[in-house]
């Protein structure tokens, strides 16, 4: 009984409203961070056309108002478009979904890597690497997933993609974000993720320990690899590190981004400033949030003549606590906020920083982290940037600067290949609130025929529908043609 | 007396196969899951779906007229901190790092394999012990003073156990009489108890020390009336243990899927708020107790 009410509170947890991490209803994953440099593959930084790399600018914290800024008059690019930040909480609605198959087999594996640092105390649960596969009978291709920032390897969005993909014949992988705390953990080389370069090849390290301990019967004749969000970012970098790799080359075959970022940087300080202007930026700020939420959850509740707080009740209030604008910003910053503070607490650990965690002392396993955790609910991402992120990379990375790691984070690193090589694709919206008008054209321009832009689906909105599907396994084909204008 | 040695060896040879076997493949280990029903899964949510939005058309009139006049309406200063009244912490923590555990090692392993038993009978088992628990909330709503909803629990018991075959098939939802459980806990938390410090129950996790009093106390009901003579035979260990496995199949959670080391302050978090929600809701006309400022939830 006491389980059951756990596992209600976590879906109220993934519920938009609270915190932000696993299954079902409509949380927003987003963009992580920073870094990259040059002893890599194609990566140099090749920054002609389109974009400049643009310059982060920290969220301003500023209490106005949210909708003025956030109202629905916004250009389809721009924080402002309602139906997007809808798109964005809720996804795809059922009826509009691809169809799906009855069934698809599913295991997961754990996989402890050998290059792995030690664990800390704290993260006792996250020695081991966790992934999920689903095997076709017969040989097949293999597609790899990457879930978005902050995503464990079977989010609601993963499990989607899974089903249209294992329906279409595929072999399917489906693997976390690197700025998953387990894999921060288990997989990551530095402790600090973020880094695109840096992360993805923690990612292909690991994909190609996974591959070869697969079970034998599993046999697979090609291989693809897709990821949404920062893990559609993450896929495209994979590709392009397989493609310069000697011994134990995968041959990744194609690669699609879904909804991914162009400047790992300036998407996220977006969302810092969604932070700042849909909630505020202070510790008061957050109380009030919850406050109101709590309040408005209690009254719905009391109304409702319900006796148990149930799952049904909470996709009730889901739809009716988020009405204005300002609350779906909320409820998408919030969410984003949360996988940060993870992020941030497993960088801070790991490099010694010294914000939550004092270096001296690391939390013993019975340690209570309630005050590492209030303090990060109040920390951005340009606070992650400025006190663990750079100063890590700015030791590691000879010759690096501050500005010289926000261009490292930039999909120009493998601008080259996406722009000559004729197997990277992408799926994006021109509402998607992770890029502005200038990102979206530079994608445009360098992927040329191999893009396609729905008119609307936010973030991740649209993940799941019938026409991203039907085209995403056409790019995965090399099917792909783009719709006549 | 060989037949015992043979069987004595074939359980020392697995157990050191195993062990074996857990040594070759320790860096690697893959477990097989129940498969996914993605096509049935989104049937399900549009069916949720479309009837989520014939419930907000109509929701208008139920929550502005009639209730609003009648219960004052809880305002953000109601709202208890968020901070949560955890006095046993370090034992909670610990209490939860062995459920976790226990959960990956065999809990949820066994949960799994049961998931695989055809749905109609998992159905049955669920159907059957939900009946079992209306003799709770008979007993508790009367004791909360609702004498309606004991009515028609009563009503559900009476009926599921006869038409419904001894409580297999609810058949009482289609008499629109819709199960709603109800234990001890909410009966003290209707005559104002407060809900305590959190505590984490070995096996049964997040509680609070009134939700962990509700349990021991339904339990004890359920023990003293011994419908069916189910809960004093000897049997009765198999019956609890179908129960606790039913319960777990039941439950889409995961210990630590989150990856989060802040994953206890989470959960205690949100518990303790859906149960302060839900005595908000139990305690109707009367205003809800409140937290004063600066004192942790729950104390």
């Not at chain 1, 599913?106 to 689903?134: C, G, H, M, Q, T």
């Not at chain 1, 109380?287 to 109304?303: G, K, S, T, V």
């Not at chain 2, 953000?76 to 209490?95: C, E, Q, V």
């Not at chain 2, 505590?199 to 003293?224: Q, W």
Request: proline share 8%; with cysteine.
């Amino acid at each position: 009984m006491r389980l059951i009410v756990c596992a209600l509170t976590m879906t109220l947890g993934s519920a938009p409203i609270a915190h932000g991490e696993t299954q079902p209803l409509p949380a927003t994953r987003s963009e992580p961070p920073p870094a990259a440099q040059s002893q890599t593959p194609s990566a140099t930084p090749s920054d002609d056309g389109s974009g400049a790399p643009p310059e982060t600018q920290p969220a301003a914290p500023s209490n106005a108002p949210s909708a003025a800024l956030l109202a629905a008059t916004g250009s389809p690019t721009g924080l402002a478009d309602s139906a997007a930040l809808r798109a964005t909480v809720f996804g795809t609605p059922p009826q509009d979904m691809a169809p799906l198959p009855e069934t698809v087999p599913l295991s997961e594996i754990n996989i402890a890597l050998p290059w792995a640092n030690p664990v800390p105390a704290v993260y006792w649960f996250d020695r081991k690497l966790r992934v999920w596969f689903s095997a076709q009978k017969k040989p097949a291709p293999l597609a790899i997933v990457i879930a978005g920032t902050g995503g464990d390897g079977n989010t609601s969005k993963l499990s989607i993609l899974r089903g249209a993909l294992y329906g279409a014949g595929y072999h399917v992988l489906t693997m976390p974000s690197p700025t998953f705390p387990g894999f921060i953990v288990s997989t990551s080389s530095t402790g600090v993720s973020g880094d695109l370069l840096q992360d993805s090849r923690d990612l292909y390290a690991a994909i190609q320990q996974i591959l070869a301990h697969l079970p034998r019967r599993v046999r697979i004749t090609d291989i693809d690899v897709l990821g949404y969000s920062l893990g559609g970012a993450n896929a495209a970098v994979v590709k392009s590190i397989d493609a310069t790799t000697g011994t134990g080359k995968l041959h990744i075959h194609r690669a699609v981004m879904i909804n991914p970022p162009v400047s790992l940087i300036t998407s996220i300080s977006r969302l810092d400033k969604l932070f700042a202007i849909s909630i505020g930026s202070s510790d008061a700020d957050i109380d009030r949030l919850y406050r109101q939420l709590y309040a408005e959850l209690a009254n719905l509740y009391r109304a409702s003549g319900k006796v148990e707080l149930d799952e049904g009740f909470l996709l009730a209030a889901a739809a009716t606590v988020l009405k204005s604008d300002a609350e779906f910003s909320a409820a998408i910053a919030l969410s984003f906020r949360l996988n940060l503070a993870d992020m941030f607490f497993a960088g801070d650990l790991y490099t010694g920083a010294g914000v939550v965690v004092d270096p001296r002392h690391p939390p013993r396993v019975s340690d209570s982290l309630e005050n590492a955790s209030r303090v990060l609910r109040g920390m951005a991402f340009s606070d992650y940037f400025s006190r663990v992120f750079a100063p890590y990379y700015l030791k590691h990375r000879t010759n690096s600067t501050s500005k010289s790691l926000i261009a490292d984070n930039r999909l120009d690193i493998i601008g080259d290949a996406l722009r000559d090589d004729g197997d990277y694709y992408a799926q994006t919206n021109s509402d998607d609130l992770i890029l502005d008008t200038r990102e979206l054209q530079w994608l445009k321009n360098t992927l040329g025929p191999r893009i396609v832009v729905y008119d609307h689906g936010g973030h991740l909105g649209n993940i799941g529908d019938r026409h991203q599907v039907a085209d995403m396994l056409e790019m995965l084909a090399g099917r792909w043609s783009p719709p006549a204008p | 007396m060989t037949g015992r040695h043979c069987s004595v060896w074939i359980v020392l040879w697995f157990a050191c196969a195993s062990g074996l076997g857990g040594c070759a493949t320790q860096s690697v280990n893959i477990r097989s899951l129940p498969p996914e029903t993605p096509a049935a899964d989104n049937a399900a949510a549009a069916e949720n779906a479309a009837e989520l939005a014939k419930a907000l058309a109509s929701e208008p009139q139920n929550t502005g007229t009639k209730e609003t006049k009648a219960v004052p309406l809880v305002t953000p200063a109601d709202a208890p901190s968020m901070a949560t009244y955890d006095p046993w912490g370090r034992l909670n923590r610990f209490i939860y790092r062995f459920n976790a555990r226990f959960d990956e090692a065999l809990f949820l392993p066994i949960a799994n394999g049961y998931r695989r038993l055809p749905l109609p009978l998992r159905a049955g088992v669920h159907n059957f012990f939900g009946n079992l628990s209306e003799v709770d909330s008979i007993v508790n709503y009367t004791l909360q003073l609702r004498l309606v909803h004991g009515l028609r629990s009563a009503g559900r018991l009476l009926i599921n156990s006869t038409l419904g075959l001894g409580g297999l098939f609810d058949v009482a939802k289609k008499f629109k009489l819709p199960s709603a459980p109800t234990g001890l806990s909410a009966t003290l938390a209707t005559w104002g108890v407060h809900p305590g410090p959190y505590l984490v129950i070995p096996l049964l996790g997040p509680s609070t020390l009134r939700d962990g009093i509700g349990v021991v106390g339904d339990f004890g009901v359920s023990h003293a009336v011994d419908i069916a003579h189910l809960y004093r035979a000897n049997e009765s260990w198999y019956l609890e243990g179908l129960n606790l496995i039913d319960q777990r199949a039941n439950v889409d959670f995961r210990y630590y899927s989150s990856g989060s080391p802040f994953e206890y302050e989470t959960i205690r978090f949100l518990y303790v708020r859906k149960r302060l929600i839900e005595d908000a809701g139990l305690s109707r006309g009367r205003q809800p107790q409140k937290t004063p400022h600066g004192v942790p939830a729950g104390e």
